[in-house]
C-alpha cells in the first residue's frame, strides 16, 4: 500500500513540474494569454478612478470585437458566393 501512496504523490509531482515548465499544451502560457485577453476587454489598463473612460474603453473594444466577427462572417459568406 505504501507503494502506490509514493507512486502517487511521485506522480502528482511530475506533473506539476510538467505543467509549471510548460508541458501539457503550454497551460501557463494559455492561462497568462487568456488573463492579458481578458484584462484588455474588461479595460484593466486604463484609469481606474475614472468610470466613463473605463466602460467607454470596455464597450468601444467589445464593439471592434464585434465588427470583426462580423466582418469575417462577411468575407465567408463572399468567398462561398463566388
Known sequence: MAKK????RQAQR???R???EGG???APK???KSKSVKGHFM???VDASDRIEV???RIGRILSLIAVGVLLLWLVDFIKTT
Open 5 to 8: 501512496d509514493d507512486q502517487a
Open 14 to 16: 511530475d506533473l506539476k
Open 18 to 20: 510538467v505543467n509549471e
Open 24 to 26: 501539457l499544451l503550454s
Open 30 to 32: 494559455l492561462n497568462a
Open 43 to 45: 479595460a484593466d489598463d
Open 55 to 57: 466602460w467607454g474603453s
